[in-house]
């Protein structure tokens, strides 16, 4: 089961038992956070919402909120987003080493069963977050680009599966969509964006056999 972009602290209210839910009924086995399970809105390098939580508090209500996922999904994949890495690019930007600052998996207790690296292949599928990527079709392009089956987070409006088919092969690319409360402050910039974020989660059977899971909201 790949479960999309959460932004914790500002996911979708009932999203957690929604791909608990799928889990169960659909028995997945291994479990893939494709990216920004954090937000990290307070230091974000765009335009912060000056009603907004501060830093510190915003990182209290994520401690408080991850501790339920953590409990919810013990074992799990995480590829690192855009947002998950805010720390190590604020890092460069004011000229700090590193060794200044904690690593991700210790500033969020991540459990020793959550594994965390930049993309993973499982059943001979590519999961990365998407960092970089744009469009409605972008999965399409990654697995064309990387000459495999891609899935991939990071575009909230744009869930969907598409198949590709040669005389060697057939492949698909799917975003998962995401688990992010729209009307939360932080996607306060979208409020007039005529498309809005696609709350889902994704199960891929067996390497081949992709589908999507839409949260009726």
Not at 11 to 24: A, D, N, P, R, S
Not at 66 to 93: E, I, M, Q, Y
Not at 128 to 136: A, E, L, V
Request: with cysteine.
């Amino acid at each position: 089961m790949v479960i999309g972009d959460t932004h914790i602290p500002f996911e979708q209210m009932g999203y957690l038992e929604f791909c608990l839910k799928v889990q169960k009924e659909e028995r997945c086995g291994t479990i893939v956070h494709i990216g920004d399970l954090v937000d990290n809105h307070s230091i974000s390098y765009h335009e912060t919402d000056p009603n907004a939580w501060s830093p510190l508090h915003e990182m209290e209500e994520t401690d408080k909120r991850l501790a339920k996922w953590f409990k919810a999904f013990p074992k799990v994949k995480l590829t690192k987003g855009n947002h998950d890495c805010l720390v190590d690019r604020k890092s460069k930007t004011v000229g700090l080493p590193r060794r200044c600052f904690q690593p991700y998996r210790n500033i969020w207790k991540l459990p020793k069963t959550w594994i965390d690296d930049f993309s993973f292949i499982i059943d001979g599928v590519l999961y990365k977050h998407g960092t970089k990527t744009s469009g409605r079709l972008a999965h399409y392009h990654q697995a064309i680009k990387n000459r495999m089956s891609v899935v991939q987070g990071h575009l909230p409006a744009y869930a969907g599966i598409v198949f590709t088919a040669s005389p060697k092969d057939c492949i698909f690319g799917m975003n998962v969509g995401c688990g992010i409360h729209a009307n939360a402050l932080a996607f306060a910039y979208g409020e007039d964006f005529p498309e809005k974020p696609v709350v889902s989660c994704g199960v891929v059977y067996h390497g081949d056999n992709p589908r999507l899971f839409r949260m009726k909201l």
